[in-house]
């Protein structure tokens, strides 16, 4: 079985400074052997973790659109930011990936894609996120969940952690898979062990933001 993280950020993202050394010392640790490296704008933190961990690694993005932030997940290469819903559907499932709805009715951050906009992609998503360990009111989870069995959406959950000591509190253990089709066919028999994240780590990545935005 594996025990894994569906939703962790390194320092290719804007607002992480997590190392993908630290990210696989803070994995080995927890027990952690299969994680997805989402990074905002940039699938290139997932694809050189891939080269380097000892552990299964799902190279992963999350796109900006107008709408909200999509996920796009067993990516080969970098989608670009700030492209239309339509448009960044269409470039993951053309690099043979998964379109992964995540956080999406977080109302806080304000980047979640929202009911109405799914439901008008509906046949195009593949996974919805239910469980966000950073979203910080459970009514939302419970919404993300109640929306994904209604469209019988197969469903996943994450730290989205942008500090070390985040990974792995929130998981899923799911049996083995091999490739972007036995994932989603294993990730529904998958069990989601729940732990929300304390709202002070946003404060991190608040700091990790000014941090890179003064190196420019």
């Known amino acids: 079985m594996l025990k894994a993280d569906f939703h962790i950020h390194s320092?290719?993202?804007?607002?992480?400074?997590?190392?993908?050394?630290?990210?696989?010392?803070?994995?080995?640790?927890?027990?952690?052997?299969?994680?997805?490296i989402a990074d905002h704008g940039t699938a290139e933190g997932g694809l050189k973790l891939q080269r380097i961990a000892p552990f299964k690694v799902i190279a992963?993005?999350?796109?900006?659109?107008?709408?909200?932030?999509?996920m796009g997940m067993f990516l080969t290469e970098t989608i670009p930011t700030r492209i239309p819903v339509d448009e960044a559907i269409k470039r993951i499932h053309d690099q043979g990936g998964l379109v992964c709805i995540p956080h999406p009715f977080d109302v806080i951050v304000r980047t979640g894609l929202g009911g109405k906009v799914m439901e008008s992609v509906i046949d195009d998503i593949d996974i919805i996120e239910v469980f966000n360990a950073r979203t910080p009111l459970p009514c939302l989870s419970t919404r993300a969940m109640a929306f994904a069995r209604k469209y019988d959406k197969v469903r996943s959950a994450g730290s989205d952690s942008h500090t070390i000591d985040e990974?792995?509190?929130?998981?899923?253990?799911?049996?083995?898979?091999?490739?972007?089709?036995?994932?989603?066919?294993v990730l529904r028999q998958g069990n989601i062990h729940r732990k929300m994240a304390s709202p002070f780590v946003h404060f991190s990545s608040t700091k990790a933001k000014k941090n890179k935005r003064s190196t420019l």
């Open 11 to 36: 320092e290719y993202s804007f607002d992480s400074t997590n190392k993908l050394e630290a990210i696989i010392e803070r994995c080995v640790k927890t027990g952690i052997n299969c994680v997805a």
């Open 60 to 70: 992963a993005e999350e796109v900006l659109t107008p709408a909200g932030e999509i």
């Open 167 to 185: 990974i792995g509190r929130t998981y899923i253990e799911l049996p083995e898979f091999n490739g972007a089709d036995d994932f989603l066919a």
